[in-house]
């Protein structure tokens, strides 16, 4: 089965979704619409899904640049998830080479991501690649009130 790549549309939407739960983040359709509309927007953004019919997608990923007064700028992953029944089929690795091309056309020198310390699987997924864990970090956060 060939299954084409191609970016996404704000009608994946739903697709999108539902894969996000398989990251453990429960998204609505809206509010992945809402997102999704400002990042197709935005040309230092793109994001990929690979198709298996017209209304299923088996996986996603979200590409942007990232411009730091401290460091070159350089191209992060956002995410990135394939389908349960579509794991180990190469299209975690299909998706990331089409980051990557994306990147170098962009003039970035480099691709990042950062993958929680529990998902395992995936820190091997990204060796398996050519990846190399450059650093550990602690991420904090604060919420902000209105």
């Known amino acids: 089965m060939i299954m084409p790549i191609r970016e996404a549309q704000i009608t994946d939407s739903l ?8 990251l453990g983040y429960d998204v609505s359709e809206s509010e992945v619409w809402g ?7 935005d ?39 394939v389908d349960h029944p579509y794991r180990r089929k190469g299209i975690g ?3 990331m080479r089409k980051c990557e091309e994306w990147a170098g056309k962009k003039g970035y020198r480099e691709v990042r991501l950062r993958s929680g310390g529990h998902r395992k699987e995936a820190h091997a997924f990204y060796s398996s690649i ?7 970090q602690q991420v904090f956060s604060l919420e902000l009130t209105e």
């Open 93 to 95: 690795e299909t998706l």
């Open 35 to 41: 997102r999704l509309r400002k990042i197709l927007a």
């Open 15 to 22: 697709e999108i979704a539902r894969l996000c739960s398989q």
């Open 43 to 81: 040309r230092d953004h793109a994001v990929y899904v690979m198709e298996v019919s017209p209304n299923e997608i088996a996986g996603w990923v979200h590409v942007h640049g990232r411009h730091l007064i401290e460091a070159q700028s350089f191209a992060e992953i956002g995410g990135l998830v």
């Open 130 to 136: 050519g990846y190399q864990n450059t650093k550990w």
